[in-house]
Protein backbone atom coordinates (compact mmCIF):
# COMPACT_ATOMS: atom_id res chain seq x y z
CA UNK A 1 0.00 0.00 0.00
CA UNK A 2 1.58 3.59 -1.05
CA UNK A 3 -0.56 5.97 1.08
CA UNK A 4 1.40 9.19 2.10
CA UNK A 5 -1.43 11.26 3.71
CA UNK A 6 -0.28 14.67 4.46
CA UNK A 7 -1.49 16.80 7.04
CA UNK A 8 -0.11 20.81 6.16
CA UNK A 9 -0.37 24.76 7.57
CA UNK A 10 -0.36 28.01 7.03
CA UNK A 11 0.20 30.87 8.51
CA UNK A 12 -3.46 32.56 8.28
CA UNK A 13 -3.57 36.44 10.21
CA UNK A 14 -0.21 36.76 11.81
CA UNK A 15 1.38 39.08 9.20
CA UNK A 16 1.23 41.87 11.80
CA UNK A 17 2.84 39.82 14.68
CA UNK A 18 5.96 38.84 15.33
CA UNK A 19 8.98 37.24 17.77
CA UNK A 20 6.97 34.94 20.50
CA UNK A 21 3.29 35.60 19.53
CA UNK A 22 4.16 34.70 16.27
CA UNK A 23 5.67 31.86 17.71
CA UNK A 24 2.47 30.88 19.64
CA UNK A 25 0.37 31.55 16.83
CA UNK A 26 1.94 29.30 14.75
CA UNK A 27 1.70 26.54 17.19
CA UNK A 28 -1.99 27.04 16.77
CA UNK A 29 -2.49 26.74 13.27
CA UNK A 30 -2.98 23.50 11.44
CA UNK A 31 -4.26 23.40 7.65
CA UNK A 32 -4.76 20.39 6.28
CA UNK A 33 -4.20 20.37 2.47
CA UNK A 34 -3.45 17.97 -0.30
CA UNK A 35 -1.47 18.95 -3.70
CA UNK A 36 -2.00 17.56 -7.25
CA UNK A 37 -0.20 18.57 -10.35
CA UNK A 38 -0.10 17.39 -13.54
CA UNK A 39 2.14 18.02 -16.93
CA UNK A 40 1.52 16.34 -20.27
CA UNK A 41 -1.53 14.82 -19.98
CA UNK A 42 -4.60 15.70 -22.57
CA UNK A 43 -7.13 16.30 -19.58
CA UNK A 44 -4.77 18.93 -17.29
CA UNK A 45 -8.03 19.95 -15.42
CA UNK A 46 -9.92 17.08 -15.14
CA UNK A 47 -6.90 15.07 -13.56
CA UNK A 48 -5.98 17.78 -11.43
CA UNK A 49 -9.88 18.13 -10.19
CA UNK A 50 -10.29 13.82 -9.75
CA UNK A 51 -7.31 14.30 -7.64
CA UNK A 52 -8.15 16.93 -5.65
CA UNK A 53 -11.86 15.33 -4.55
CA UNK A 54 -9.85 11.94 -3.71
CA UNK A 55 -7.68 14.37 -1.31
CA UNK A 56 -10.84 16.50 -0.07
CA UNK A 57 -10.64 14.35 3.26
CA UNK A 58 -7.42 16.70 4.05
CA UNK A 59 -9.54 19.78 3.76
CA UNK A 60 -12.73 21.16 2.32
CA UNK A 61 -12.46 24.91 3.48
CA UNK A 62 -11.31 25.80 -0.64
CA UNK A 63 -10.04 24.51 -3.20
CA UNK A 64 -7.49 26.19 -6.41
CA UNK A 65 -6.57 25.13 -9.78
CA UNK A 66 -3.75 26.51 -12.08
CA UNK A 67 -3.91 25.78 -15.62
CA UNK A 68 -1.00 26.79 -18.39
CA UNK A 69 -1.37 26.23 -22.06
CA UNK A 70 2.49 26.01 -24.23
CA UNK A 71 1.88 28.97 -25.68
CA UNK A 72 1.80 30.72 -22.49
CA UNK A 73 -1.97 31.07 -21.87
CA UNK A 74 -2.97 30.54 -18.33
CA UNK A 75 -5.99 30.54 -16.14
CA UNK A 76 -6.31 30.71 -12.61
CA UNK A 77 -9.73 29.36 -10.18
CA UNK A 78 -9.95 29.63 -6.85
CA UNK A 79 -13.50 28.67 -4.87
CA UNK A 80 -14.25 28.50 -0.74
CA UNK A 81 -15.80 25.53 0.01
CA UNK A 82 -16.01 21.47 -2.09
CA UNK A 83 -14.32 20.70 -4.95
CA UNK A 84 -17.48 20.55 -6.25
CA UNK A 85 -17.49 24.42 -6.11
CA UNK A 86 -14.70 24.57 -7.75
CA UNK A 87 -15.69 21.87 -10.78
CA UNK A 88 -18.58 24.09 -11.35
CA UNK A 89 -16.14 27.36 -11.84
CA UNK A 90 -13.53 25.58 -14.25
CA UNK A 91 -13.93 24.49 -18.03
CA UNK A 92 -12.60 21.30 -18.47
CA UNK A 93 -12.03 21.87 -21.98
CA UNK A 94 -9.77 24.80 -22.24
CA UNK A 95 -6.38 23.86 -23.69
CA UNK A 96 -3.68 23.25 -20.81
CA UNK A 97 -0.29 21.45 -20.94
CA UNK A 98 0.66 21.98 -16.98
CA UNK A 99 -1.87 22.46 -13.98
CA UNK A 100 -1.29 22.47 -10.08
CA UNK A 101 -4.47 22.30 -7.33
CA UNK A 102 -4.49 22.38 -4.08
CA UNK A 103 -7.21 21.55 -1.41
CA UNK A 104 -7.34 23.44 1.87
CA UNK A 105 -9.09 23.28 5.42
CA UNK A 106 -8.35 26.32 7.84
CA UNK A 107 -8.77 25.32 11.37
CA UNK A 108 -7.92 28.82 12.43
CA UNK A 109 -8.50 31.95 10.72
CA UNK A 110 -10.53 32.63 7.25
CA UNK A 111 -11.15 30.65 4.57
CA UNK A 112 -11.44 32.94 1.72
CA UNK A 113 -10.37 32.68 -1.97
CA UNK A 114 -7.59 35.31 -1.53
CA UNK A 115 -6.13 33.06 1.54
CA UNK A 116 -6.96 29.38 -1.02
CA UNK A 117 -4.00 27.97 -3.22
CA UNK A 118 -2.74 28.65 -5.64
CA UNK A 119 -0.44 31.51 -4.79
CA UNK A 120 1.26 33.65 -7.43
CA UNK A 121 3.80 35.91 -7.84
CA UNK A 122 3.42 39.81 -7.87
CA UNK A 123 4.15 39.85 -11.77
CA UNK A 124 1.70 36.69 -12.31
CA UNK A 125 5.49 34.94 -13.34
CA UNK A 126 5.45 32.11 -11.03
CA UNK A 127 2.28 30.30 -9.06
CA UNK A 128 2.97 28.24 -6.32
CA UNK A 129 1.11 25.31 -4.14
CA UNK A 130 2.44 24.70 -0.94
CA UNK A 131 1.59 22.10 2.32
CA UNK A 132 3.83 22.89 5.11
CA UNK A 133 4.61 25.94 7.38
CA UNK A 134 7.48 28.52 6.59
CA UNK A 135 9.11 29.39 10.15
CA UNK A 136 10.79 32.21 8.90
CA UNK A 137 8.40 33.33 6.88
CA UNK A 138 8.25 36.89 8.21
CA UNK A 139 12.30 37.62 8.10
CA UNK A 140 12.31 36.77 4.98
CA UNK A 141 9.38 38.88 4.47
CA UNK A 142 10.98 41.57 5.93
CA UNK A 143 14.98 41.16 4.24
CA UNK A 144 13.87 40.28 0.87
CA UNK A 145 10.08 41.39 0.08
CA UNK A 146 9.44 44.73 1.46
CA UNK A 147 8.08 45.92 -2.02
CA UNK A 148 5.64 43.41 -2.29
CA UNK A 149 1.85 43.79 -2.19
CA UNK A 150 0.73 41.08 -0.92
CA UNK A 151 -2.75 39.61 -1.21
CA UNK A 152 -3.36 36.95 1.06
CA UNK A 153 -2.29 36.48 4.50
CA UNK A 154 -0.25 32.81 4.04
CA UNK A 155 3.37 32.11 4.46
CA UNK A 156 3.14 30.64 0.78
CA UNK A 157 2.70 33.74 -0.88
CA UNK A 158 5.82 34.71 0.89
CA UNK A 159 7.91 31.79 -0.81
CA UNK A 160 6.15 32.34 -4.01
CA UNK A 161 7.41 35.92 -4.28
CA UNK A 162 10.93 34.87 -2.96
CA UNK A 163 11.12 32.59 -6.06
CA UNK A 164 10.77 36.26 -7.87
CA UNK A 165 12.65 38.14 -6.04
CA UNK A 166 15.41 35.96 -6.56
CA UNK A 167 14.77 35.25 -10.46
CA UNK A 168 15.24 39.20 -10.70
CA UNK A 169 17.51 40.58 -8.21
CA UNK A 170 20.43 37.44 -9.29
CA UNK A 171 19.49 37.50 -12.70
CA UNK A 172 18.40 33.49 -12.07
CA UNK A 173 16.37 31.03 -14.42
CA UNK A 174 13.08 29.90 -12.38
CA UNK A 175 14.85 26.47 -11.26
CA UNK A 176 17.71 28.33 -10.08
CA UNK A 177 15.72 30.69 -8.24
CA UNK A 178 13.58 28.21 -6.96
CA UNK A 179 16.88 26.56 -6.06
CA UNK A 180 17.58 29.95 -4.49
CA UNK A 181 14.74 30.09 -2.55
CA UNK A 182 14.63 26.62 -1.03
CA UNK A 183 17.67 27.62 0.45
CA UNK A 184 16.47 30.51 2.72
CA UNK A 185 13.15 28.49 3.63
CA UNK A 186 13.17 26.98 7.39
CA UNK A 187 10.24 24.79 7.84
CA UNK A 188 7.98 21.97 6.26
CA UNK A 189 6.88 21.91 2.70
CA UNK A 190 5.79 20.24 -0.20
CA UNK A 191 5.96 22.66 -3.16
CA UNK A 192 4.34 22.28 -6.58
CA UNK A 193 5.73 25.80 -8.96
CA UNK A 194 5.03 26.30 -12.26
CA UNK A 195 6.98 29.31 -14.09
CA UNK A 196 4.65 31.44 -17.27
CA UNK A 197 8.71 31.32 -19.11
CA UNK A 198 9.09 27.37 -18.70
CA UNK A 199 5.18 26.09 -19.60
CA UNK A 200 6.63 23.14 -20.68
CA UNK A 201 8.19 22.38 -16.88
CA UNK A 202 6.86 21.60 -13.56
CA UNK A 203 8.70 21.95 -10.32
CA UNK A 204 8.61 20.28 -6.88
CA UNK A 205 10.48 20.02 -4.16
CA UNK A 206 9.75 18.59 -0.14
CA UNK A 207 10.87 18.72 3.34
CA UNK A 208 9.15 16.72 5.68
CA UNK A 209 6.11 16.92 3.85
CA UNK A 210 4.91 14.11 1.80
CA UNK A 211 5.21 14.35 -2.01
CA UNK A 212 5.31 11.57 -4.77
CA UNK A 213 5.78 11.73 -8.56
CA UNK A 214 4.06 9.71 -10.40
CA UNK A 215 4.93 8.26 -13.80
CA UNK A 216 2.99 7.69 -16.73
CA UNK A 217 3.38 7.86 -20.32
CA UNK A 218 3.43 11.12 -22.22
CA UNK A 219 2.81 12.51 -18.80
CA UNK A 220 4.16 13.08 -15.11
CA UNK A 221 2.36 13.94 -12.04
CA UNK A 222 2.94 15.32 -8.56
CA UNK A 223 0.64 14.95 -5.81
CA UNK A 224 0.33 14.33 -2.04
CA UNK A 225 -1.32 10.65 -1.99
CA UNK A 226 -0.79 7.75 -4.69
CA UNK A 227 -4.58 7.97 -3.80
CA UNK A 228 -4.88 11.22 -5.68
CA UNK A 229 -3.87 9.65 -9.35
CA UNK A 230 -3.99 6.51 -9.28
CA UNK A 231 -6.47 6.24 -12.06
CA UNK A 232 -3.88 7.54 -13.94
CA UNK A 233 -0.48 5.96 -13.04
CA UNK A 234 0.57 3.22 -10.65
CA UNK A 235 4.65 4.01 -10.67
CA UNK A 236 5.15 6.53 -8.70
CA UNK A 237 8.89 7.86 -7.16
CA UNK A 238 9.37 8.54 -3.84
CA UNK A 239 11.01 12.14 -3.34
CA UNK A 240 12.98 12.73 0.33
CA UNK A 241 13.77 15.29 1.79
CA UNK A 242 15.91 18.54 0.30
CA UNK A 243 15.18 17.16 -2.89
CA UNK A 244 14.28 19.10 -5.69
CA UNK A 245 12.24 18.04 -9.00
CA UNK A 246 12.19 18.80 -12.68
CA UNK A 247 9.58 17.42 -14.50
CA UNK A 248 8.40 17.11 -18.06
CA UNK A 249 5.80 15.74 -19.63
CA UNK A 250 8.46 12.69 -20.81
CA UNK A 251 11.29 12.86 -17.71
CA UNK A 252 11.46 13.11 -14.24
CA UNK A 253 14.83 14.83 -13.15
CA UNK A 254 15.98 14.52 -9.13
CA UNK A 255 18.39 16.35 -7.30
CA UNK A 256 19.38 17.45 -3.91
CA UNK A 257 18.75 21.24 -3.32
CA UNK A 258 22.54 21.79 -3.51
CA UNK A 259 22.16 20.58 -7.45
CA UNK A 260 23.16 16.84 -6.86
CA UNK A 261 21.96 14.55 -9.21
CA UNK A 262 19.89 11.80 -7.62
CA UNK A 263 18.52 8.14 -8.98
CA UNK A 264 15.52 6.34 -7.96
CA UNK A 265 13.86 3.45 -9.62
CA UNK A 266 9.81 4.01 -9.66
CA UNK A 267 7.51 1.64 -7.32
CA UNK A 268 4.39 -0.12 -7.90
CA UNK A 269 1.79 1.96 -6.04
CA UNK A 270 -0.23 -1.66 -4.17
CA UNK A 271 -3.69 0.55 -4.37
CA UNK A 272 -6.61 -0.35 -6.44
CA UNK A 273 -8.72 2.68 -7.44
CA UNK A 274 -12.08 0.72 -6.92
CA UNK A 275 -10.92 0.36 -3.06
CA UNK A 276 -11.28 4.48 -3.13
CA UNK A 277 -15.05 4.48 -3.63
CA UNK A 278 -17.85 4.56 -1.71
CA UNK A 279 -19.55 2.57 -4.01
CA UNK A 280 -23.34 1.64 -3.08
CA UNK A 281 -22.08 3.17 0.63
CA UNK A 282 -23.63 6.47 1.56
CA UNK A 283 -20.47 7.23 3.76
CA UNK A 284 -16.83 5.84 4.02
CA UNK A 285 -16.73 5.49 7.38
CA UNK A 286 -19.54 2.91 7.27
CA UNK A 287 -18.23 1.12 4.02
CA UNK A 288 -14.81 1.22 6.72
CA UNK A 289 -16.48 -0.43 9.24
CA UNK A 290 -17.75 -2.94 7.11
CA UNK A 291 -14.26 -3.78 5.76
CA UNK A 292 -12.97 -5.16 8.99
CA UNK A 293 -13.60 -8.31 9.34
CA UNK A 294 -11.71 -8.67 5.95
CA UNK A 295 -8.79 -6.62 7.22
CA UNK A 296 -8.54 -8.91 10.37
CA UNK A 297 -8.63 -12.13 7.81
CA UNK A 298 -5.95 -9.99 5.80
CA UNK A 299 -3.77 -9.48 8.88
CA UNK A 300 -3.71 -13.37 9.48
CA UNK A 301 -3.39 -14.48 6.07
CA UNK A 302 -0.17 -12.04 6.10
CA UNK A 303 1.30 -13.15 8.90
CA UNK A 304 1.19 -16.84 8.87
CA UNK A 305 4.75 -18.61 8.11
CA UNK A 306 5.14 -21.17 5.70
CA UNK A 307 3.34 -23.72 8.13
CA UNK A 308 0.62 -21.53 8.56
CA UNK A 309 1.83 -19.93 11.97
CA UNK A 310 1.62 -16.74 12.80
CA UNK A 311 4.93 -14.98 12.97
CA UNK A 312 6.37 -11.76 12.58
CA UNK A 313 10.23 -11.08 11.27
CA UNK A 314 12.70 -12.42 13.62
CA UNK A 315 14.84 -9.62 13.82
CA UNK A 316 12.06 -7.88 14.69
CA UNK A 317 11.38 -10.18 17.31
CA UNK A 318 15.10 -10.75 18.64
CA UNK A 319 15.56 -6.70 19.04
CA UNK A 320 12.35 -6.54 21.28
CA UNK A 321 13.77 -9.68 23.46
CA UNK A 322 16.82 -7.98 24.00
CA UNK A 323 15.12 -5.01 25.51
CA UNK A 324 13.79 -4.73 28.69
CA UNK A 325 10.95 -2.39 28.28
CA UNK A 326 8.83 -1.37 25.25
CA UNK A 327 7.27 2.05 24.81
CA UNK A 328 4.61 2.92 22.64
CA UNK A 329 4.18 6.39 21.52
CA UNK A 330 1.25 7.41 19.33
CA UNK A 331 -1.56 9.97 19.15
CA UNK A 332 -4.95 9.94 19.21
CA UNK A 333 -6.92 6.82 18.26
CA UNK A 334 -3.76 5.21 17.43
CA UNK A 335 -2.70 6.13 21.12
CA UNK A 336 -5.99 4.20 22.08
CA UNK A 337 -4.92 1.44 20.19
CA UNK A 338 -1.47 1.41 22.11
CA UNK A 339 -3.27 0.98 25.45
CA UNK A 340 -5.11 -2.44 24.66
CA UNK A 341 -1.65 -3.27 23.32
CA UNK A 342 0.18 -2.82 26.48
CA UNK A 343 -2.07 -5.19 27.77
CA UNK A 344 -1.48 -7.87 25.20
CA UNK A 345 1.94 -7.50 25.02
CA UNK A 346 2.47 -7.35 29.15
CA UNK A 347 0.04 -10.12 29.25
CA UNK A 348 0.81 -12.74 26.62
CA UNK A 349 4.73 -12.33 26.34
CA UNK A 350 5.38 -10.70 30.00
CA UNK A 351 7.55 -7.96 28.79
CA UNK A 352 6.59 -4.48 30.64
CA UNK A 353 5.31 -1.53 28.24
CA UNK A 354 4.50 2.56 28.33
CA UNK A 355 2.90 4.31 26.33
CA UNK A 356 2.85 7.58 25.77
CA UNK A 357 1.33 10.57 23.85
CA UNK A 358 3.75 11.48 21.14
CA UNK A 359 3.26 14.97 21.36
CA UNK A 360 4.62 14.88 25.20
CA UNK A 361 7.14 12.51 24.42
CA UNK A 362 9.00 14.45 21.89
CA UNK A 363 9.45 17.54 24.43
CA UNK A 364 9.54 15.72 27.58
CA UNK A 365 10.71 12.35 27.39
CA UNK A 366 10.61 10.15 30.76
CA UNK A 367 13.57 8.45 32.60
CA UNK A 368 13.90 5.73 30.74
CA UNK A 369 14.98 1.91 30.95
CA UNK A 370 18.16 0.74 30.19
CA UNK A 371 17.40 -0.98 27.00
CA UNK A 372 14.46 0.53 25.73
CA UNK A 373 12.53 -0.54 22.40
CA UNK A 374 9.94 1.78 21.24
CA UNK A 375 6.92 0.97 18.80
CA UNK A 376 5.26 4.08 16.91
CA UNK A 377 1.48 3.41 16.27
CA UNK A 378 0.52 5.72 12.88
CA UNK A 379 -1.99 4.92 10.71
CA UNK A 380 -0.58 7.03 8.12
CA UNK A 381 2.89 6.81 9.25
CA UNK A 382 3.08 10.72 8.86
CA UNK A 383 2.17 11.89 12.03
CA UNK A 384 4.64 14.62 12.83
CA UNK A 385 4.47 14.28 16.81
CA UNK A 386 5.40 10.56 16.28
CA UNK A 387 7.89 11.51 14.00
CA UNK A 388 9.67 13.92 16.01
CA UNK A 389 9.51 11.87 18.60
CA UNK A 390 11.31 9.38 16.76
CA UNK A 391 13.82 11.73 15.64
CA UNK A 392 14.79 11.56 19.40
CA UNK A 393 14.67 8.36 19.67
CA UNK A 394 17.37 7.68 16.47
CA UNK A 395 19.64 10.52 17.84
CA UNK A 396 20.05 8.27 21.42
CA UNK A 397 20.60 4.92 18.77
CA UNK A 398 17.44 3.35 20.05
CA UNK A 399 15.84 0.68 18.19
CA UNK A 400 11.68 1.07 16.87
CA UNK A 401 9.19 -0.47 14.91
CA UNK A 402 6.44 1.29 13.23
CA UNK A 403 3.17 -0.21 13.19
CA UNK A 404 1.76 1.62 9.95
CA UNK A 405 -1.21 1.30 7.57
CA UNK A 406 1.49 3.01 4.87
CA UNK A 407 4.37 1.12 3.27
CA UNK A 408 7.16 3.76 2.54
CA UNK A 409 5.81 6.57 4.68
CA UNK A 410 8.10 8.64 6.78
CA UNK A 411 7.80 6.84 10.32
CA UNK A 412 8.46 3.61 8.31
CA UNK A 413 11.61 5.21 6.62
CA UNK A 414 12.80 6.67 10.05
CA UNK A 415 12.42 3.77 11.93
CA UNK A 416 14.51 0.72 12.51
CA UNK A 417 11.55 -1.72 11.72
CA UNK A 418 7.90 -1.57 9.61
CA UNK A 419 4.65 -4.02 10.64
CA UNK A 420 2.07 -2.87 7.78
CA UNK A 421 -1.87 -3.10 8.75
CA UNK A 422 -2.81 -4.11 5.65
CA UNK A 423 -6.10 -2.53 6.20
CA UNK A 424 -6.42 -0.74 3.08
CA UNK A 425 -7.03 3.02 1.98
CA UNK A 426 -9.22 4.49 5.04
CA UNK A 427 -10.86 7.63 3.52
CA UNK A 428 -13.04 8.82 6.66
CA UNK A 429 -11.53 11.24 9.04
CA UNK A 430 -12.72 9.57 11.99
CA UNK A 431 -10.72 6.08 11.97
CA UNK A 432 -12.29 2.79 12.46
CA UNK A 433 -10.81 -0.22 10.56
CA UNK A 434 -7.01 1.06 11.18
CA UNK A 435 -7.64 0.91 15.47
CA UNK A 436 -8.71 -2.32 14.78
CA UNK A 437 -5.81 -3.56 12.91
CA UNK A 438 -3.41 -2.02 14.73
CA UNK A 439 -4.89 -4.21 17.76
CA UNK A 440 -4.79 -7.06 16.07
CA UNK A 441 -1.56 -6.89 14.75
CA UNK A 442 -0.18 -6.17 18.56
CA UNK A 443 -1.83 -8.77 18.99
CA UNK A 444 0.20 -11.32 16.28
CA UNK A 445 3.37 -9.52 17.86
CA UNK A 446 2.74 -10.21 21.46
CA UNK A 447 2.05 -14.29 20.55
CA UNK A 448 4.94 -14.25 18.36
CA UNK A 449 6.88 -12.68 21.47
CA UNK A 450 5.38 -15.27 23.71
CA UNK A 451 5.71 -18.04 21.42
CA UNK A 452 9.53 -17.19 20.85
CA UNK A 453 9.87 -16.95 25.20
CA UNK A 454 8.54 -20.31 25.32
CA UNK A 455 5.23 -19.27 27.04
CA UNK A 456 1.75 -21.29 27.48
CA UNK A 457 -0.64 -19.56 24.66
CA UNK A 458 -3.86 -19.21 26.75
CA UNK A 459 -5.48 -19.34 23.97
CA UNK A 460 -4.98 -19.60 19.63
CA UNK A 461 -4.29 -16.71 18.54
CA UNK A 462 -4.72 -17.14 14.95
CA UNK A 463 -7.72 -19.01 15.59
CA UNK A 464 -9.62 -16.68 18.11
CA UNK A 465 -8.65 -13.69 15.20
CA UNK A 466 -10.91 -15.85 12.90
CA UNK A 467 -13.57 -15.53 15.42
CA UNK A 468 -12.98 -12.07 16.52
CA UNK A 469 -13.46 -11.54 12.50
CA UNK A 470 -16.91 -13.12 12.68
CA UNK A 471 -18.09 -11.60 15.68
CA UNK A 472 -17.78 -8.26 13.83
CA UNK A 473 -19.69 -9.36 11.27
CA UNK A 474 -22.54 -10.43 13.71
CA UNK A 475 -22.51 -6.77 15.41
CA UNK A 476 -22.50 -5.17 11.79
CA UNK A 477 -25.21 -7.19 10.47
CA UNK A 478 -27.72 -5.57 13.66
CA UNK A 479 -27.26 -1.70 12.83
CA UNK A 480 -31.03 -1.16 13.60
CA UNK A 481 -30.43 -1.86 17.19
CA UNK A 482 -27.71 0.53 17.30
CA UNK A 483 -29.33 2.79 14.99
CA UNK A 484 -33.11 2.42 17.52
CA UNK A 485 -31.14 3.58 20.45
CA UNK A 486 -28.97 6.78 19.32
CA UNK A 487 -32.07 7.74 18.33
CA UNK A 488 -33.56 7.60 21.30
CA UNK A 489 -31.14 8.37 23.53
CA UNK A 490 -28.14 10.56 21.58
CA UNK A 491 -29.43 12.94 19.55
CA UNK A 492 -31.13 15.70 21.99
CA UNK A 493 -28.41 15.86 24.00
CA UNK A 494 -24.96 17.87 24.17
CA UNK A 495 -23.08 15.74 26.59
CA UNK A 496 -22.89 11.72 27.10
CA UNK A 497 -19.95 9.59 29.12
CA UNK A 498 -18.40 6.02 28.31
CA UNK A 499 -17.32 4.18 31.02
CA UNK A 500 -15.28 1.06 31.66
CA UNK A 501 -12.81 -0.39 33.38
CA UNK A 502 -9.43 -1.58 32.65
CA UNK A 503 -9.92 -2.78 28.54
CA UNK A 504 -13.34 -1.76 28.61
CA UNK A 505 -11.73 1.68 29.84
CA UNK A 506 -9.34 1.57 27.16
CA UNK A 507 -11.94 1.40 24.48
CA UNK A 508 -14.12 3.84 26.21
CA UNK A 509 -11.65 6.08 25.43
CA UNK A 510 -11.45 5.61 21.49
CA UNK A 511 -15.94 5.57 21.82
CA UNK A 512 -15.69 8.83 23.59
CA UNK A 513 -13.38 10.04 20.79
CA UNK A 514 -15.21 8.51 17.70
CA UNK A 515 -18.20 10.29 19.33
CA UNK A 516 -17.20 13.65 19.87
CA UNK A 517 -15.25 14.36 16.71
CA UNK A 518 -17.85 13.67 14.15
CA UNK A 519 -21.07 14.03 16.09
CA UNK A 520 -19.78 17.19 18.46
CA UNK A 521 -21.18 15.81 21.24
CA UNK A 522 -19.16 16.67 24.44
CA UNK A 523 -18.53 13.02 25.18
CA UNK A 524 -15.64 11.65 27.95
CA UNK A 525 -14.53 8.62 28.58
CA UNK A 526 -13.87 7.55 32.71
CA UNK A 527 -12.39 4.57 34.43
CA UNK A 528 -15.74 3.24 35.86
CA UNK A 529 -13.84 2.93 39.25
CA UNK A 530 -12.91 6.47 39.62
CA UNK A 531 -16.56 7.90 39.53
CA UNK A 532 -17.02 8.56 43.28
CA UNK A 533 -13.75 10.20 43.20
CA UNK A 534 -15.10 13.41 41.78
CA UNK A 535 -16.43 12.92 38.06
CA UNK A 536 -19.71 11.95 39.05
CA UNK A 537 -20.39 14.96 39.75
CA UNK A 538 -21.13 15.89 35.94
CA UNK A 539 -23.87 13.17 36.01
CA UNK A 540 -27.18 15.25 35.96
CA UNK A 541 -30.75 13.73 35.06
CA UNK A 542 -31.00 12.63 31.57
CA UNK A 543 -27.19 12.22 31.16
CA UNK A 544 -26.64 9.51 28.66
CA UNK A 545 -24.28 6.98 29.78
CA UNK A 546 -23.19 3.87 28.13
CA UNK A 547 -21.09 1.20 30.12
CA UNK A 548 -18.90 -1.71 28.59
CA UNK A 549 -18.64 -4.85 30.28
CA UNK A 550 -16.82 -7.83 28.78
CA UNK A 551 -14.43 -8.64 31.15
CA UNK A 552 -15.98 -11.00 34.93
CA UNK A 553 -13.28 -10.02 36.81
CA UNK A 554 -14.21 -6.13 36.98
CA UNK A 555 -17.92 -7.12 35.58
CA UNK A 556 -20.04 -7.00 39.03
CA UNK A 557 -17.82 -3.29 39.69
CA UNK A 558 -18.86 -1.61 37.00
CA UNK A 559 -22.74 -2.94 37.05
CA UNK A 560 -22.41 -1.11 40.62
CA UNK A 561 -20.85 2.10 39.07
CA UNK A 562 -24.25 1.71 37.06
CA UNK A 563 -26.31 2.07 39.31
CA UNK A 564 -24.76 4.95 40.84
CA UNK A 565 -25.10 7.03 37.67
CA UNK A 566 -28.64 5.47 37.32
CA UNK A 567 -29.84 6.87 41.08
CA UNK A 568 -28.36 10.40 39.57
CA UNK A 569 -30.59 9.94 36.95
CA UNK A 570 -28.50 9.17 34.35
CA UNK A 571 -29.68 7.09 31.17
CA UNK A 572 -27.54 4.11 30.85
CA UNK A 573 -26.94 1.92 27.64
CA UNK A 574 -25.09 -0.99 28.13
CA UNK A 575 -23.09 -2.93 25.86
CA UNK A 576 -22.02 -6.26 27.58
CA UNK A 577 -20.08 -9.19 26.54
CA UNK A 578 -22.01 -12.98 26.04
CA UNK A 579 -20.72 -14.25 30.39
CA UNK A 580 -20.99 -11.10 31.56
CA UNK A 581 -24.83 -10.60 30.12
CA UNK A 582 -27.46 -9.78 32.35
CA UNK A 583 -31.06 -8.94 31.83
CA UNK A 584 -31.88 -5.25 30.31
CA UNK A 585 -28.41 -5.11 28.77
CA UNK A 586 -29.23 -3.49 25.48
CA UNK A 587 -26.42 -4.56 22.94
CA UNK A 588 -24.90 -8.59 23.40
CA UNK A 589 -21.90 -9.02 21.70
CA UNK A 590 -20.37 -11.89 21.22
CA UNK A 591 -17.98 -13.73 23.63
CA UNK A 592 -14.61 -13.99 22.21
CA UNK A 593 -10.69 -14.11 24.35
CA UNK A 594 -10.89 -11.17 26.85
CA UNK A 595 -8.09 -9.79 25.33
CA UNK A 596 -9.29 -9.71 22.10
CA UNK A 597 -12.88 -8.14 23.16
CA UNK A 598 -12.27 -4.84 22.67
CA UNK A 599 -11.65 -5.22 19.05
CA UNK A 600 -15.47 -6.57 18.97
CA UNK A 601 -17.10 -4.06 21.65
CA UNK A 602 -15.72 -0.91 19.79
CA UNK A 603 -17.42 -1.69 16.78
CA UNK A 604 -20.66 -1.01 18.51
CA UNK A 605 -19.62 2.14 19.46
CA UNK A 606 -18.25 3.13 16.03
CA UNK A 607 -21.97 2.62 14.58
CA UNK A 608 -22.51 4.90 17.75
CA UNK A 609 -20.98 7.78 16.96
CA UNK A 610 -22.11 7.30 12.96
CA UNK A 611 -25.55 7.40 13.88
CA UNK A 612 -25.29 9.79 16.39
CA UNK A 613 -23.49 11.98 13.49
CA UNK A 614 -26.27 11.11 10.83
CA UNK A 615 -29.04 11.42 12.53
CA UNK A 616 -27.83 15.25 13.49
CA UNK A 617 -27.67 15.70 9.65
CA UNK A 618 -23.80 16.26 9.93
CA UNK A 619 -20.99 15.36 7.86
CA UNK A 620 -19.92 11.92 9.20
CA UNK A 621 -16.86 11.79 6.65
CA UNK A 622 -15.43 15.26 6.78
CA UNK A 623 -16.11 16.58 10.95
CA UNK A 624 -15.39 19.94 11.09
CA UNK A 625 -12.03 21.26 12.22
CA UNK A 626 -10.25 17.80 11.46
CA UNK A 627 -8.39 16.11 8.58
CA UNK A 628 -7.59 12.56 8.05
CA UNK A 629 -3.38 13.04 9.41
CA UNK A 630 -1.68 15.13 11.50
CA UNK A 631 1.43 16.33 10.03
CA UNK A 632 1.98 19.12 11.86
CA UNK A 633 3.26 19.15 15.48
Known amino acids: MTKLIARTRNIIEITKVGGAERDLL ?24 NGLEKLEYRGYDSAGLFIMDEDGSTQLVKRVGRIQNLRDAVDE ?20 ENNAHP ?55 GKEAFRRALQEIRGSFAFGLLDSEKPGVLYAAKHKSPLLVGVGEGFNVICSDA ?73 IQNYQDENGQLQVDKEIQDSILASDRIYVIACGTSYHAGWVG ?65 KGSTLSREASYTLLLHAGPEIAVASTKAYTAQIAVMAVLADALRASKGLEAPFDMKHELGVVAASIESVLSDKQVVQDLVKERLLETRNAFYIGRHLDYYVAMEAALKLKEISYVQTESFAAGELKHGTIALIEEGTPVIALLSEPVVASHTRGNIQEVKARGAVVTTIAMEGVEQEGDD ?27 LGKGLDVDKPRNLAKSVTVE
Not at 28 to 47: F, P, S, W, Y
Not at 101 to 107: L, Q
Not at 233 to 258: A, M
Not at 391 to 406: A, M
Request: charged letters at 20%.
Open 26 to 49: LKELNIMCGIVGCIGHGKIQTVVL
Open 93 to 112: EIPAFAGIGHTRWATHGPAT
Open 119 to 173: HQSQSGRFTLVHNGVIENYDELKKEFLSHVDFKSQTDTEVAVNLVEYFANKENLS
Open 227 to 299: MATIAETDRYIEIKDEELITLTEETVEIETIEGEPVERVPFVAELDADDLEKGAYAHYMLKEMDEQPAVLRKI
Open 342 to 406: KALVEQLAGIPVEVHLASEFAYHQPLLSQKPFFIFLSQSGETADSRQALVKVNEQNFPSLTITNV
Open 587 to 613: IIVPAVPILLAPIVSVVVTQLIAYYTS
